[in-house]
């Protein structure tokens, strides 16, 4: 049992670039979400997926996209890295969307 | 708007130096408070979930509790490993989503 698992670990982009981060969880959870965390301003969730079948934008979705591709994976997209993107991503899923939210280990993204 | 504040930022304890962290919070319809460890590069670990005031949960040498306005999470003798940065988020009955504050990064020293 994995739990939430993450992939890259570490990205380092041009600005312009585009890439996929993957998220996938093995706790048969129905909610899924994506933060952002950068130093002083704490986790911000940039959007989240309730149940499979379902997205909505959280508190900083300017820029990037979500797919909710099954019930285990919930992938984020950035189709123009910005320098103000450089921050770590984590994933998050909860078996359902106001419970126990539990984490990923995270991606570092880097945009030069 | 909703806010959630900890303090301090830092804390730097001698092993077996007790203490506490605070969590402080305004929001409309608090649901739950969540705390959680986070090593540094590695991804938050929960620790404990509260939803009333007055309600406590233990767990080795952390304790947490709640009131109508804040949280405290308790550390009692705190050894060398329980150094990290602990977080505090609140869910509200009016949204799915959880607002966490920034954290206190907490240093026990041998």
């Known amino acids: 049992n994995a739990g939430v698992t993450q992939t890259p670990k570490f990205q380092v982009l041009k600005t312009g670039q585009s890439m996929t981060l993957q998220c996938a969880q093995d706790m048969n959870h129905n909610s899924m979400y994506w933060y952002r965390q950068d130093p002083g301003m704490g986790l911000r969730l940039i959007y989240y997926s309730a149940s499979e079948g379902t997205t909505d934008k959280g508190e900083v979705p300017n820029g990037y996209n979500v797919s909710r591709l099954n019930k285990r994976e919930f992938s984020l997209r950035l189709e123009s890295a910005a320098p103000s993107q450089t921050s770590v991503y984590f994933c998050a899923s909860s078996e359902f969307s106001q419970e126990t939210q539990y984490f990923g280990p995270g991606t570092r993204l880097l945009v030069l | 708007e909703d806010q959630v504040t900890q303090s301090p930022e830092a804390l730097r304890l001698q092993e077996g130096e007790s203490s506490s962290l605070n969590c402080s919070y305004t929001v409309s319809g608090l649901r739950g408070l969540f705390w959680y460890r986070q090593d540094p590069g590695k991804g938050p670990e929960f620790l404990f979930t509260?939803?009333?005031a007055g309600e406590e949960k233990e767990k080795e040498r952390l304790k947490a509790t709640l009131t109508k306005k804040e949280s405290f999470l308790h550390i009692t003798a705190p050894k060398p490993e329980d150094s990290a940065t602990y977080l505090c988020a609140v869910q509200t009955y009016i949204s799915n989503q959880f607002y966490f504050g920034t954290g206190t990064s907490l240093t026990v020293i041998p």
């Open positions: 509260l939803y009333s």
